[in-house]
């Protein structure tokens, strides 16, 4: 019984990447294993449209959409996740 409530509690833990779509840009994203989704926190992206890594802070998080601030073009990007 033990081994059991232990596996159910480290499966939080051994997820990997969220994936997402940028339906404002036409790109998938994705949230690098690791990354605490919540407003204020700094998070890793992989922008499969431009392939290239960004740290970008949260502006909001409700579950299912993430936006953020582009650190490049500075415009507000609403990333629907999977």
């Not at 499969?48 to 949260?58: Q, R």
């Amino acid at each position: 019984m033990k081994k059991i409530i232990l596996i159910l509690i480290s499966i939080p833990t051994l997820v990997f990447a969220w994936d997402g779509y940028d339906y404002n840009n036409g790109k998938f994203v994705d949230i690098e294993k690791g990354s605490t989704v919540r407003e204020g926190n700094d998070i890793e992206i992989y922008d499969w449209g431009d392939g290239k890594y960004k740290d970008v802070e949260v502006d909001s998080f409700d579950g299912s959409e993430v936006q953020y601030t582009d650190p490049d073009s500075g415009e507000q990007v609403t990333i629907d996740m999977d």
